[in-house]
């Protein structure tokens, strides 16, 4: 063999055990050593009395739910004993009382729902309950009842230990989903979400964020002001006091199921919104207890009253891209309520105010409408005469707009102008909490409602019709005439579900429009 062969392997052979007695045995040694200290740190803390992992988990038990009954002025509560939630809110309405949470879960503000609580004290505006974890843990939850609506919810958690020992993330449980008043199921699903508000950079105001059915994914935590559920008309949050929430997690669950077109196509999945507040892990020294307090709120959203509130409660009413015009109208019509005290009486004020403000605009097109019919016969011949010419036409009847003094452009322009005018009362109207159970005459006994026999969809549609009749111009194209004739049937088919405040509203304005075109057109006709 050669000898340099056997030095090079013998320098390896050296190298090799080198490597192993200097620096691969001592890693060993030390990967052990902490290995050792770390069984030994367990051991001496599961010999505490298995503190840290007694809180991780409520002491599980096979015993049965108990529920416990709570009344306010504004809800009959049942209160669970699996998490001391809020199994049942039953909301004095007043058409007739709501319960808002009537489908299967763990409660709304339920804390550790494998966790037997049991009540221990009850005054006239507050109940307490208590439970008893591993590792001589106790925690008691509070909940205070305001007459503002501001609530407290109160958790505090006392470590009767010698050791110290360290409290696990848990939860606050919202949903799965909110329900609402009788005449808003069937849009409760698309209505109802889970939100939070927060306080954007560079903004005035805070914005409220919104997760829809398809939002599945967790929601950031951060710097936000109160989070939770609702729909149209209820909201319910929480809104912790000087503790800090950890992140927000939300999901759609099946709530219950509707017949798909009168149950001829068998059932469908209604979902709804369910949203967990994440509550940040927290040590206890020997002895100590650790309070979070927090507000929250349940309730309807009165914007009156949301707006005397604090944390901006009252950003969770919507009232779309022309939101300044739609906070507007509704402070009008409050004050018109205020003078009548009937809210569709009100609703016709509005309308008529409206109307007033834009009368040159209403008149402008109407004049324009009515000169337009005028010229018709005269557009005819034009298009008969220069037919295959469309340079020369579209001159002659330039020429012919410029002798007549018609311009077609303003005719579109009041509709240009009520259009964001609807769009913010079709959203303040729909949202108005005011509205909901506020009768107008007869037959209307909620403005926030549909017509139930749809007499103002269909008074609406003939007076939109005979609108229509008088406007539209002797030897109008076929398709334009067309389009005139089922405009009316299709508005009044749209219309039919729509709340019938809003319904009232469009009446009032056809009604008004119609009257001043009838009394235009004869102006115009007795001056030719």
């Given at each position: 063999m050669?000898r340099?062969?056997?030095l090079?392997a013998?320098?390896?052979?050296?190298?090799f055990?080198?490597y192993?007695?200097?620096?691969?045995?001592?890693?060993?040694?030390?990967?052990?050593?902490a290995?050792e200290e770390a069984l030994?740190?367990t051991?001496?803390e599961l010999?505490?009395?298995?503190?840290a992992?007694a809180?991780?988990k409520?002491?599980?038990?096979s015993?049965?739910?108990e529920?416990y009954s709570?009344?306010t002025?504004?809800a009959?509560?049942?209160f669970?004993?699996?998490?001391?939630?809020?199994?049942?809110?039953?909301?004095?309405d007043v058409?007739?009382?709501?319960?808002?949470t009537?489908y299967k879960g763990?409660?709304?503000?339920d804390?550790l729902p494998?966790?037997?609580?049991?009540?221990?004290?009850r005054?006239?505006?507050s109940i307490?309950?208590?439970?008893q974890?591993?590792?001589?843990v106790?925690m008691?939850?509070t909940?205070r009842?305001?007459e503002?609506?501001?609530?407290?919810?109160?958790?505090?958690?006392t470590?009767q230990?010698?050791?110290e020992?360290?409290v696990?993330s848990f939860?606050?449980?919202?949903?799965?989903?909110?329900?609402?008043v009788?005449?808003e199921?069937k849009?409760?699903?698309?209505?109802s979400?889970?939100?939070?508000?927060?306080?954007?950079?560079?903004?005035?105001?805070?914005t409220?964020?919104k997760?829809?059915?398809?939002?599945?994914s967790p929601?950031?935590?951060k710097?936000?002001?109160?989070?939770?559920v609702?729909?149209?008309?209820?909201?319910s949050?929480l809104i912790?006091?000087?503790?800090t929430?950890?992140?927000?997690?939300?999901?759609?669950e099946?709530?219950t199921t509707?017949?798909?077109?009168?149950?001829l196509?068998?059932t469908a999945?209604?979902?709804?919104?369910q949203?967990?507040?994440?509550?940040?892990?927290?040590?206890?020294?020997?002895?100590a207890?650790?309070?979070?307090?927090?507000?929250?709120?349940f309730g309807?959203k009165?914007y009156?009253?949301l707006?005397?509130?604090p944390?901006?409660?009252?950003?969770?009413?919507?009232f779309?891209?022309?939101g300044?015009l739609?906070r507007?109208?509704r402070?009008v019509?409050?004050?018109?309520y205020?003078?009548t005290?009937?809210?569709?009486v009100a609703?016709i004020?509005?309308?008529?105010l409206?109307?007033a403000l834009?009368f040159?605009f209403?008149?402008m097109?109407l004049?324009?409408?009515?000169?337009?019919?005028?010229i018709?016969?005269q557009?005819?011949?034009l298009?008969?005469?220069y037919?295959?010419?469309?340079q020369?036409?579209?001159r002659?009847?330039?020429?012919?707009?410029?002798?007549e003094?018609v311009?077609?452009v303003?005719?579109?322009l009041?509709m240009l102008?009520q259009?964001p005018?609807?769009?913010?009362l079709?959203n303040?109207?729909?949202?108005?909490?005011?509205?909901h159970?506020?009768g107008?005459?007869w037959?209307?006994t909620?403005?926030?409602?549909?017509?139930?026999?749809?007499?103002?969809?269909?008074?609406?549609?003939?007076v939109?019709?005979?609108?229509?009749r008088?406007s539209?111009p002797?030897g109008?194209d076929?398709?334009?005439?067309?389009?005139f004739?089922y405009?009316?049937?299709i508005?009044t088919?749209?219309f039919?579900?729509?709340?019938s405040?809003?319904v009232?509203?469009?009446l009032?304005?056809s009604?008004?429009t119609?009257?001043?075109?009838t009394i235009?057109?004869k102006k115009?006709?007795n001056?030719?």
């Amino acid at each position: 063999m050669d000898r340099k062969f056997l030095l090079t392997a013998l320098f390896f052979m050296l190298l090799f055990t080198g490597y192993n007695q200097f620096v691969v045995v001592p890693r060993m040694q030390a990967e052990q050593k902490a290995a050792e200290e770390a069984l030994a740190k367990t051991q001496q803390e599961l010999a505490l009395s298995d503190t840290a992992s007694a809180v991780a988990k409520a002491k599980k038990t096979s015993l049965p739910e108990e529920l416990y009954s709570f009344q306010t002025p504004s809800a009959q509560i049942t209160f669970t004993s699996k998490g001391a939630g809020i199994k049942t809110y039953l909301f004095k309405d007043v058409l007739g009382d709501v319960d808002l949470t009537p489908y299967k879960g763990e409660g709304f503000f339920d804390t550790l729902p494998q966790a037997d609580f049991r009540e221990t004290k009850r005054t006239q505006d507050s109940i307490t309950f208590e439970t008893q974890l591993e590792a001589g843990v106790s925690m008691q939850k509070t909940y205070r009842f305001h007459e503002n609506g501001i609530n407290d919810v109160n958790i505090t958690f006392t470590n009767q230990n010698k050791q110290e020992v360290s409290v696990p993330s848990f939860t606050f449980n919202f949903g799965p989903g909110i329900s609402t008043v009788k005449s808003e199921l069937k849009d409760n699903e698309r209505e109802s979400k889970a939100v939070y508000l927060t306080q954007e950079e560079g903004k005035k105001y805070p914005t409220l964020v919104k997760y829809g059915p398809k939002d599945d994914s967790p929601a950031s935590g951060k710097d936000w002001i109160w989070a939770g559920v609702q729909n149209r008309y209820f909201l319910s949050v929480l809104i912790p006091q000087g503790w800090t929430a950890g992140a927000l997690h939300t999901k759609q669950e099946v709530v219950t199921t509707q017949k798909r077109l009168w149950g001829l196509m068998g059932t469908a999945d209604v979902k709804g919104p369910q949203m967990q507040i994440d509550v940040p892990q927290m040590t206890l020294q020997p002895g100590a207890s650790v309070e979070l307090k927090s507000h929250f709120y349940f309730g309807p959203k009165d914007y009156q009253t949301l707006e005397k509130l604090p944390y901006y409660l009252n950003r969770s009413i919507e009232f779309g891209f022309f939101g300044a015009l739609g906070r507007l109208a509704r402070n009008v019509l409050e004050t018109f309520y205020g003078w009548t005290g009937n809210y569709g009486v009100a609703i016709i004020m509005l309308t008529i105010l409206i109307q007033a403000l834009l009368f040159k605009f209403t008149l402008m097109s109407l004049k324009s409408s009515a000169k337009m019919k005028k010229i018709q016969p005269q557009q005819k011949r034009l298009q008969e005469k220069y037919k295959g010419d469309t340079q020369a036409f579209n001159r002659e009847l330039m020429a012919l707009y410029q002798k007549e003094g018609v311009n077609p452009v303003s005719g579109c322009l009041p509709m240009l102008i009520q259009l964001p005018i609807f769009l913010a009362l079709f959203n303040a109207l729909r949202t108005s909490w005011s509205l909901h159970g506020a009768g107008f005459i007869w037959w209307i006994t909620d403005l926030s409602s549909k017509d139930p026999y749809y007499v103002l969809p269909i008074l609406m549609g003939a007076v939109m019709f005979f609108q229509q009749r008088s406007s539209m111009p002797a030897g109008m194209d076929p398709t334009q005439a067309a389009m005139f004739k089922y405009m009316p049937l299709i508005f009044t088919l749209m219309f039919m579900n729509f709340p019938s405040g809003l319904v009232l509203y469009w009446l009032t304005n056809s009604l008004i429009t119609f009257g001043i075109q009838t009394i235009a057109n004869k102006k115009i006709a007795n001056a030719k």
